[in-house]
């Protein structure tokens, strides 16, 4: 496996990876309610399942998921009602918990297990990453190469690429929320996201594979 086929395959992901979506959304949230040195911990949470759904897939356990389709509903439908339930929670928070109120107490009250499972849960709510993951990774492996070491390359990559993408919108979210604090579009901003999560699990909810 020579390093060129690693950066292209980094910058594959990487680019699945940035686009918006749940957890990008999620590390959004956690950077603004919570600040940077707290949503390591969330960022934690999202390379572990991450981790976890790339080493499905190069073992080929996700293959086998692919074809159970009872086993790729569960999947969905569970993601799908978890996704409604941070959209909600959102919404609710939004009035809660403004952001000028959050600006003037950074220091939330939130345990940091709550954060990584939070992150976790998002993460592992799209089962598409491991259809992602099967289809993409045989694509990099040199048949004539070690597999084990090609493999090990690749889930690294994948754990490192996931974790820079995540603190990326963390510390967006973190800049976004000296600004938004003052405005007073702060609470719409925050029921989109809200709205965001919750038409992602209805999304989730219609899709096909």
């Known amino acids: 496996m020579s390093f060129e086929h690693v950066f292209i395959f980094a910058m594959t992901v990487f680019v699945v990876s940035i686009i918006p ?8 949230t956690h950077g603004m309610y919570y600040g940077t040195r707290k949503s390591l911990a969330s960022a934690l949470g999202n390379v572990t399942v991450t981790f976890i759904q790339s080493v499905i ?4 356990l996700g293959t086998i998921l692919l074809a159970s389709d ?5 999947i969905k439908w569970s993601g799908a009602a978890y996704l409604l339930y941070m959209g909600i929670s959102l919404l609710i928070s939004a009035k809660s918990s403004p952001l000028s109120v959050v600006r003037n107490n950074e220091q939330q009250d939130i345990s940091l297990l709550k954060m990584f499972r939070q992150s976790a849960l998002v993460t592992a709510a799209n089962p598409k990453a491991i259809i992602f993951f099967t ?3 045989p694509q990099f492996i040199n048949q004539d190469g070690a597999f084990l070491i090609q493999s090990i390359v690749l889930t690294t990559v994948c754990s490192i690429v996931a974790f820079t993408c995540f603190m990326i919108y963390v510390t967006g979210g973190q800049k976004l929320i000296s600004l938004l604090s003052k405005s007073a579009v702060s609470k719409y901003f925050q ?7 919750i038409g992602s699990g209805i999304a989730l909810a219609l899709s096909h594979r």
């Open 135 to 137: 289809a993409v990774f």
């Open 21 to 28: 979506g749940p957890s990008m959304l999620l590390a959004l």
């Open 191 to 197: 029921r989109t996201i809200g709205g965001t999560f």
């Open 70 to 74: 009872t086993a790729f509903q569960v």
């Open 57 to 60: 897939s190069v073992v080929g």
